[in-house]
């Protein structure tokens, strides 16, 4: 792994079920710290699974999985949970904001569980509403804000302890195109600022506007150069 | 186009098929279920184990309704033969050889006991119930009546027979229970000879069943018609089954307030927790439910295939269940005959039919409305209804418990039941039926040990001394010199603390018809133990105590003064208190000075003695009998009687309790299962923003802690409620009234305690699914809905 890898996996297979396709065969990559990778293919070809795995939402089949300077493919759940508190941000195709917290409690959440202290944690969480423009709606649930306000929020939250990595799947899938291309802008700030960002999108112009590298898969693998995933 | 009536079920199967894939829904129903209906049918058993034991046993057994004893010197073998044919006699057995023997176990008196030789234990009168072990065979066998009181021989132990040469060894080979307590124990025919002390008649029973029998009347009647049948003298004695009867219908009526008690909380939390888990199966399902309508599921299919859904796994917790009750009960009813002093009892037929099919037709009841609701909605409504709850619902409790310092996840927990009131509630009521059944059960255990240590003073008079010593053969008393020498042991003995003599005889009052049993105290009797219902313990002399009997047949109340004549003196006493004593027949304790005549040495019922702290009884019994000797009819033992009845009650409301508890255990189980499955998406995205499996589990129990507290609130005040009816109730139909003590059995600390009762509930039911939550894979939770 070079020194300046944030996500290094080598000889990753998932498989879900015994005798299926793997979902995931023999793939190594990496991507370096401060890098937006797109991770681009067609439906099936192992994009989620490959954000899960890097996110510790999951285990590969073999292989090894190295984030931010550690293995996390041997990880008990306890340990998987403490480094995605710590170490990535997730962003998702439909917010999965929690409809019962006001926007101010959705965020502070991930902070809250990884044990911050509450003065800390409001205080983060009050720089970053400002920062994506919502403060004013600190206090409103989620339903009552649009798409992009939502998608807003999902970031603050996936910032509020500070990651290194921000993972993003399909983060404009659900915004019409003017919200998707503000949100575009949002994460690219973001990485200016030394943000790592992994963009997970069948969005060809996403990729290509904002990620400097594109991963293709296709069936669980790298595609080959010149192959249209 | 039209489909052929026989695909009409196809698409049933098809929507109902799901129930594969909710295996531990499927599992949570037939466990609820089971329980349920175990429990139903326990009750149902109980009850009507309660309901004229007696009399049902009386006619399974063909009790007898006179035992006659004979002298069989007087009457030949043809001449008791030829009673049978008398008019009114409509069964006969006998003639019995009988013998009324001393009998001691393990070193230690065990009492008088009547022997009968039988050859088998059935018979067209009084037909035997063997409920253990096989009928004597041969010599030195014994067959023991139930009711021979508790902690005595098992299968296999030895008594030994004193009074008679040789001392015989008699091996318990099995128990039996005679309806109408024609003998303590049954040996062979040829066993009762050298059974018989030397200089005693022989004696035999006959056993009748006549055609009129049902009052004191009819029987002495049919009495008086076996004895004008045999030579003058013949008859030296008759018991009626209606003694009998008086006694076990005592007995069997105090058991019913409680069984029916818990058969009501049983049935509440059926009813709460089966309509709980349809609905909820249902609600879950909608969504199912709305995308096979959109491919065209009719409404009439829609109501069938949800209530096949819930039926299958509902049959096979019915079926379960029958059986379960039915072996469950087993033991129980062994145990209730004993207490109500009938033979044996069976899980009626009815029993095992109603309660399952009530059961079932319960489960698919709660099932009917939500199912009949789901198949009048459109497509888009039951996919729609069959998302989370009602959007609004619970934010301010999130929104409150986010500002709390608590732990996030206990915070998130805790408002989390806000979400689904309706739901909450249902748990809220399972956990809170669950409670009160278990502090009940601890209350009307404390309730029933009070009764029965103020009943066989078993705390306070842990040594008794009793003329049943080796050196007391039938008909012969003990000496004067024998009798002084039991004061002398026992003040000899340094861990002697009180001693007293109890002499007992029958007095008249005035007002009462027949005799009053007087009990007279030879010292102070202060420290007996005997539970005071009203007034106090006498401690002047011209002061008695009575028990309700008394008050009841005489009129008199605590305060008032009586006349007694004891046979040898008239006093006038005035009645100083009122103590626990069920017992139909009037008694009074008082002094010797008090009751003068009463105290006689012929009269001296026992010794009763107090140990000091830390004195072993076992060890100062032997000691004492050292002293007395062993030709002494007076022998120190730690033998109780009459609480037998008290500790198969206690057995009784700890099973009723357990079961409870676990049927709202299985509620709360399926409650939070629900909520799990609804909030499964949830689930995934705490676990993807950082919550750790303990958090989870943190978060998950905590859904159910706020209902359980409020539950615990509600238990605690209902059970004490509960207890203190049901200890009056027990205490009406035992015709006597009750110590403020025996219902003051919850210290504030102990009631709190119990209280947890319901937390331990609520958290037992919920670790399980919360375990499955915890080790849920974020991925897999994040793309289940």
Known sequence: MGQDDLIRLDNVTKTYQAGAPPALADLSMDVTAGEVAAVMGPSGSGKSTLLNLIAGLDRPTAGTVTVAGRRIDNLSESGLARFRARHVGIIFQFFNLLDDLTVEDNVLLPAQLAGASRRAARAQAGGLLERMGIERHRDDYPARLSGGQRQRVAIARALVNAPELLLADEPTGALDTATGLQIGRLLQQLNAGGQTLVLVTHDPALADRYAARTIRLLDGRLAPAGVAA | ?785
């Not at chain 2, 709390?404 to 206990?410: I, N, S, V």
Request: glycine share 12%; proline share 6%.
């Open chain 2, 1 to 785: 186009m039209s489909w052929p009536r026989r695909n009409w079920l196809g698409p049933v199967r098809t929507a109902s098929g799901g129930m594969r894939r909710h295996k531990v829904q499927a599992i949570a129903i037939g466990l609820v279920v089971l329980v349920s209906t175990a429990s139903a049918t326990l009750g149902f058993a109980l009850l009507a184990a309660s309901n004229a034991p007696f009399t049902r046993a009386f006619g399974t057994q063909n009790g007898a309704h006179v035992t006659v004893t004979v002298n069989a010197a007087r009457a030949s073998t043809a001449d008791l033969a030829a009673t049978s044919h008398l008019a009114g006699v409509t069964a006969a057995a006998g003639p019995f050889s009988e013998s009324v023997v001393q009998t001691q176990f393990q070193g230690q008196p065990f009492g008088q006991m009547a022997l009968a030789g039988r050859a088998s234990a059935g018979g067209p009168v009084d037909d035997v119930v063997l409920n253990a072990g096989h009928w004597p065979d041969g010599p030195g066998q014994v067959v023991l009546d139930d009711s021979a009181g508790g902690g005595g021989p098992a299968l296999g132990s030895t008594l030994t027979v004193t009074g008679v040469p040789g001392t015989p060894a008699l091996v318990v080979v099995g128990f039996g229970n005679s309806v109408t307590n024609t003998a303590d124990g049954w040996v062979s025919p040829g066993e009762i000879a050298r059974l018989r002390a030397p200089g005693v008649p022989q004696s035999t029973q006959m056993l009748y069943r006549f055609t009129h029998a049902a009052s004191y009347g009819e029987v002495r009647a049919d009495v008086a018609e076996v004895g004008r049948a045999l030579p003058a003298g013949a008859v030296t004695g008759a018991a009626s089954w209606l003694a009998v009867q008086n006694q076990a219908t005592g007995n069997g009526a105090i058991m019913e307030p409680f069984v029916v008690a818990f058969a009501l909380i049983g049935l509440a939390m059926a009813v709460l927790i089966v309509g709980n888990v349809v609905s909820g199966a249902v609600v879950a399902g909608y969504q199912r439910i709305g995308v096979l309508k959109s491919i065209g599921l009719t409404p009439a299919q829609v109501v069938v295939a949800y209530l096949s859904r819930v039926g299958w796994p509902a049959l096979a917790g019915c079926l379960a269940g029958v059986v379960a009750g039915n072996v469950l009960a087993a033991p129980v009813l062994h145990n209730s005959a004993g207490a109500y002093g009938v033979g044996s009892q069976q899980v009626p037929w009815w029993a095992s039919v109603v309660a399952p099919a009530g059961m079932f037709a319960l489960v698919l009841l709660a099932g009917f409305g939500p199912a009949l609701r789901a198949g009048r909605l459109s497509a888009a409504e039951a996919i729609a209804a069959g998302r989370a709850p009602r959007a609004g619902r619970g934010y301010a409790a999130h929104r409150l418990a986010a500002r709390l310092r608590l732990p996030r996840p206990a915070g998130l927990g805790l408002a989390a039941p806000f979400a689904r009131p309706a739901r909450t509630a249902v748990t809220l009521a399972a956990i809170a039926f669950g409670a009160t059944a278990v502090i009940f059960a601890f209350g009307l255990s404390s309730s029933l040990s009070r009764a029965a240590a103020s009943q066989t003073h078993s705390a306070t008079i842990p040594v008794r001394v009793e003329p049943f010593g080796p050196g007391g053969g039938p008909g012969q008393m003990p000496t004067a010199a024998q009798d002084a020498a039991v004061p002398a042991a026992l003040r000899a003995q340094p861990g002697t603390l009180h001693e007293v003599t109890l002499y007992g005889n029958g007095v008249k009052v005035p007002g009462i018809a027949g005799t009053v049993n007087a009990a007279a105290f030879g010292g102070d009797a202060s420290w007996t133990g005997y539970g005071i219902i009203a007034g106090r313990w006498y401690d002047a002399p011209g002061e008695v105590d009575v028990n309700n009997a008394f008050l009841d047949q005489s009129g008199l109340a605590v305060g008032d003064t009586a006349t007694v004549n004891t046979g040898t003196a008239q006093v006038a006493v005035r009645v100083a208190g009122e103590v626990f004593d069920p017992d139909s027949r009037a008694r009074m304790y008082g002094s010797t000075q008090t009751l003068p005549g009463v105290a006689s040495p012929a009269n001296v019922v026992e010794y009763d003695v107090a140990l000091r702290p830390g004195v072993s009884a076992g060890a100062y019994v032997q000691a004492v009998n050292r002293a007395l000797g062993g030709q002494n009819p007076w022998q120190a033992t730690t033998r109780q009687d009459g609480g037998k009845f008290y500790t198969i009650a206690s057995g009784l409301v700890s099973l009723l309790a357990l079961m409870v508890a676990v049927a709202a255990g299985l509620g709360v189980l399926n409650t939070v299962l629900m909520t799990t499955r609804d909030r499964v998406h949830d689930l995934g995205v705490f676990k993807a923003l950082g919550m750790r499996p303990g958090q989870v589990l943190t978060m998950v129990v905590c859904w159910v802690a706020g209902p359980a507290v409020v539950a615990a609130a509600v238990a605690a005040p209902a059970a004490v409620a509960l207890n203190t009816a049901t200890v009056r109730a027990m205490a009406g139909t035992a015709h006597t009234g009750i110590p403020a003590s025996f219902t003051q059995v919850f210290p504030p600390s102990r009631l709190a305690l119990l209280s947890l009762a319901a937390v331990a509930i609520a958290v037992a039911g919920a670790l399980l699914p919360a375990g499955w939550a915890a080790r849920a894979r974020p991925a897999v939770a994040l793309h289940s809905e």
